[in-house]
């Protein structure tokens, strides 16, 4: 039992390295050219482990100002987006389930629109915080409109997402369009396709604590999402208390996404594809899968958005675009696969 | 020891149990036997806390079961839903594990023990050897056995069955029913096999329309008039030439005679 609690380890280890590795290699792609190792002695010296500078203060600008922000916080959102990912598709039991697909981003997209243009709260944390309520109104209208009963429908439900989500997208477009000030909402392209461009440690240091808190909650309710597998009743006659259990998890999710669009836009597929790469790796207990989830979702944005700002230089490609070429394909298996198992 | 008393519950406006009651007492396997409709299902659910009766109070050793924590209940009762199914593809071994749930913290890892009572409960269901099978290519009496399985990992005192049998065949049928009766636990069965009720009960409860008809041992329940008035099809109770308990046959009857209620005891009391 040891050994295998031991190679239970391993992925996460294997995991945590890749993601570190693709932090400093990502980093160094761009069109001044970095090396590896002076990432890494950058990010050695920045965090105080080694008193002298050997790099020039230029390329230190351009590596610790510009390249790792943007790619730490590739590696926050697209860690907590497929968690979000994995979560929802344990509770609503529904394989398709994800941020994205269920309004929940453009819902979040149209909250920190909305905060923006009223200009009520605080900078960056009253956005997050309207994209938070923005989730968490266009989710529960998902389920408002998907339940029937008391049972929810797996295509009912991703229907309702499309209807919720088009719907915020279209009011958000509308919304920075009329007030057309992009210094004031950003573009309409950041909010619906979503860009981690322009990205700088402080928006590092708001996704960072969430997407550790939410994810410490989620591995923490890891136990009881292995309960729901058949379905509602039968976890209650294990002990889970369902209902709590659900809108500890909807909320931390809401929050996650909330908080991760108002600094990245609406970025599509994150969220349904990698929990599936992931249960292709460790199998379905959630105790595993959302930590494997976190970093297989982190390594896969980093590259993703690595290619979205390198692969047209000098322009860039929203990150949301990259995603989607990759997930669309993917989804559209994911749909015959189930096909084929009804 | 469970008791359920005075229950009453209705749905969508419709009174499924009106004051209904059940009592397991340790090393007792009760059956609860009644036609379909008539509250079993509902009575065990209300039994185990997952649904909330609108009158009448369950209670273990004496403390009120609705008013304890889920983990608390699930740590001391297991409840084999019938037709429990997932879409999840999990493996056989990973179901029955589910059963430890309410005994680990989140954090805890599974323990060695833990997997030997998975061990010992897939033995004791004759299902070692398919730790590795996915769920959804168990046949249905493979899943039953399964989810006694998971019941058993749970390590309860008091074991809640509904139609344990369903999905079996007659020979895994014989060996689950010895098996609940071999556990020593307070049980409740909910059957629909009168014969297996009698061959394996302590004590029988007939249910009919929401309400407790009769109580009692089966030779004393199971009586040709009792189940004439209740399942309204003409009875004839036996013997067991081997172990004495009561065998119950059938004998059609004609349609349309003795089909009502008033009537229907009326018959059997002329019988």
Known sequence: ?342 | MLVATAIEWSTGGALILDGAGVRADPGRVVGLIGPNGSGKTSLLRCAAALTAPDEGEVTLDGADLHAMRRRAVARRLAFVEQDADTEVELELREVVLLGRTPHRGALEPDTAEDLALVADALERTGLTGRERQPWHTLSGGERQRARIARALVQRPEVLLLDEPTNHLDIAHQLELLELVRSLDLATVAALHDLNLAAAFCDEIVVLAEGRVVATGTPSSVLTPELIGSVYDVQATVGEHPLTGTPTITFTPRARGRGRRRGDRAASAGGQ
Not at chain 1, 205 to 217: G, N
Not at chain 1, 229 to 256: E, S, Y
């Open chain 1, 1 to 342: 039992m040891t050994a295998t609690h031991r190679r239970a380890w391993v992925p996460v280890a294997l995991g945590l390295a890749l993601v570190l590795g693709s932090i400093v290699v990502a980093s160094a792609i761009g069109p001044s050219s970095v090396g590896p190792a002076d990432v890494w002695m950058i990010l050695v010296h920045k965090i105080g482990l080694t008193p002298h500078e050997r790099v020039a203060p230029i390329v230190e600008a351009i590596v610790w100002d510009l390249r790792l922000p943007r790619t730490v916080l590739a590696a926050l959102v697209g860690g907590g987006l497929a968690v979000a990912g994995a979560v929802m598709q344990a509770v609503t039991r529904n394989p398709l389930a994800d941020p994205y697909l269920l309004g929940l981003s453009s819902g979040a997209a149209l909250g920190a629109v909305v905060v923006l243009v009223l200009g009520i709260g605080v900078g960056s944390l009253g956005v997050a915080g309207g994209a938070f309520i923005g989730a968490l109104v266009a989710f529960a209208l998902v389920i408002g409109l998907a339940v029937s009963g008391r049972r929810l429908d797996a295509a009912v439900t991703v229907l309702a997402g499309v209807a919720v989500g088009t719907i915020c997208s279209a009011l958000t477009s509308l919304i920075v369009v009329v007030e057309a000030n992009p210094f004031k909402t950003r573009e309409v392209d950041f909010w619906l396709l979503g860009s981690l461009a322009g990205t700088t440690w402080s928006d590092v240091l708001i996704a960072a604590p969430v997407v550790l808190a939410c994810l410490a909650v989620c591995v923490l309710c890891a136990r009881s999402m292995n309960a729901m597998a058949f379905g509602d009743a039968d976890a209650r006659a294990l002990g889970v208390d369902t209902a709590r259990l659900r809108w500890i998890l909807l909320v931390t999710c809401a929050l996650m996404t909330g908080v991760l669009v108002s600094l990245s836009g609406a970025i599509g597929f994150v969220g349904l594809l990698l929990p599936h790469a992931a249960r292709l790796i460790v199998g379905r207990d959630h105790r595993r899968l959302l930590p494997i989830s976190a970093l297989a979702g982190a390594v896969f944005l980093i590259w993703a958005d690595t290619a979205a700002r390198t692969a047209l230089q000098p322009r860039e490609i929203p990150v949301g675009v990259v995603t989607a070429l990759v997930g669309a394909p993917a989804f559209a298996f994911l749909i015959r696969r189930r096909r084929r198992a009804l």
